[in-house]
């Protein structure tokens, strides 16, 4: 079975035919299966709290202190830290309210329909009940062009008329049959003066209390994705005790010695796990489901190996977030030429006046060949102009 969590104000519709009800009553019905985050459901003087993830309030995973925090309507939500979905309602109530961590990193999809709220962290299952119980939903072609042009979706779109994606840092609260979402958290791009030294010890220190926090819980065994890169590399040096390291290839490459000769500085184990020649066809449904097919699926490299590490490991790190920042991914640059051809080294290039049409046809992880033409002649402006607003809206939020 494919992993599910849903919500839903129905007293009879249920998303999924089977898994575990973790509450049940007049107006709920929250089920969990087959997935692997954890999930706690606090009931305390006629309230519920169902928390998915670790949310950290000062420096440990504490879901009971972030339970109370959250049904305080006084305490600020940014107090809480790491990665967690929280539902909190009043047993015998109809009012629902929903927080999501600062990144949205347990993704939530919902939909109101004939006054009843349904919601799941996995978008296939709501899109499979609109399928079969709403008749006048649709396809969203404009969000599949966009996901096709920038291989992801932006904002809080999907891919159907009915459902929308809770975005980062947010509040959403239902009564009376109304929606409600405010943002309690926007991230802060005050410059600094700092040194290059300054800010990279700064760094330093910020990464070690990162995993200091993030490991605060006990009982579990750490473990490390570790390419031997820059990205990765910064991460392990960030553990007081080395976790084991594993590193994938289909084949034992410069790669995995380089990530061998990395874990054996800090005396960690160190672990090759060879991927089929073709790791993406035999999981291909799997890795989509997981993602809500809101990315692409090859970012689910290491989905389906858990019997490799499990025995060594049930915690992973890895260090894709700091591998986009030191790459400079979102920086406009270009080439810089070396006897007219282009080098590996980049430098910064200007913007121009129309900076929407600029990201849409140089941010670096789009599609890189001419996709309109591709698309027939009656729909290319009005899927492009979609597109371009889409994007709009973006950076309009940005300059709040």
Known sequence: MLPNFNITFSQNGELTPTGKALYSDKYFLVKSQFYNNKITVIRENGRVTIIVGNPIVGEEINPY???????????????????????????????????NDRYASIPFYYFEYKEHLYGSIFYNSLWNYLKKEVPDVKCNEEAIFEFLWLQRLTGNKTYDNYTKFLESSSELYYSKNKISIKKYWYPSFEKINCSLNECAEQLSILLKNSVKNKTSDSGIKLGIFLSGGLDSRIILSSFENPPTCFTFGVTENNESKVAKNVANIVNAPHHFIKLSSDPYSEKIDEMVYL??????????????????????????????GIDYMFQGMYV???????????????KIRSLSQDIVHDFLHNIPFRLKFDLISYIKKEYRSKLYDALYNSIEQVFSQGKD
């Open 291 to 320: 993602g809500g097919g809101m990315y692409v699926f090859d970012h689910s490299i290491f989905y389906g190996y858990s019997k490799e590490v499990q025995n060594y490991a049930n915690v992973l790190f890895h260090g894709h």
């Open 332 to 346: 406009p640059s270009k080439p810089f030429k070396i006897w007219n051809k282009n080098s590996p080294y980049l």
């Open 65 to 99: 202190k972030t339970a109370k925090m959250i049904s305080d309507p006084d305490v600020d939500n940014s107090l809480i830290n790491g990665e967690f979905l929280s539902i909190y309602f009043s047993e015998g109530s109809k009012d629902l309210y929903v927080v």
